[in-house]
């Protein structure tokens, strides 16, 4: 038996992530399965001709990346880098580190997806002009735990004062 701080990649399930035609990743959270507070790890699996998550970048958390198996495209701000076994990639916060891995082989492109827990955190999605708000727990982190959790378009902007009592 294990002491709770350790677990086996290969006791956790993996759960699937699918949205469309375009997005299909394999997870294990093996940072939360091990019960990790400040550092998230996953292992991660993204599928011959497919993408990772939406073009972001964070404004409180950092990311890394370390390729395991296989190869693929880092989109990083305006440039479109090749990534392969034995590449790390750090996501510093800020939209000069901007993200998003393409899988535009045949084979399963896996890697190690790091990341700071820190909430609360503000996510910028510049190819859909929209912002993600999360608190109470960190992106990736418990859903359960979360006490917000908003995605909304830049272009949804109000004053200060807008809907306040002010009289």
């Not at 395991?68 to 580190?97: K, M, N």
Request: aromatic share 8%.
């Amino acid at each position: 038996m294990s002491p709770p701080h350790v677990v086996h990649s290969n006791d956790i399930p993996w759960s699937d992530i699918v949205q469309g035609s375009r997005v299909a990743i394999r997870r294990k959270q093996l940072g939360a399965a091990a019960h990790g507070q400040k550092l998230g790890c996953s292992l991660l699996e993204l599928l011959p001709g497919k993408q990772s998550w939406p073009f972001h970048y964070h404004l409180a958390n950092e990311e890394a990346l370390f390729v395991l198996e296989g190869s693929g495209t880092l989109r990083l701000g305006d440039e479109r880098i090749s990534v392969t076994a034995g590449d790390y990639v750090a996501l510093p916060p800020g939209p000069a580190c901007a993200h998003q891995l393409l899988n535009e082989g045949t084979q399963p492109l896996r890697y190690l997806a790091f990341s700071t827990q820190l909430e609360p955190d503000v996510l910028v999605y510049p190819d859909s002009q929209k912002i993600g708000v999360l608190a109470g727990s960190a992106p990736g982190g418990a859903k359960a735990a979360r006490t917000l959790e908003a995605y909304l378009p830049l272009a949804a902007k109000v004053g200060y004062w807008d809907g306040e009592s002010t009289d």
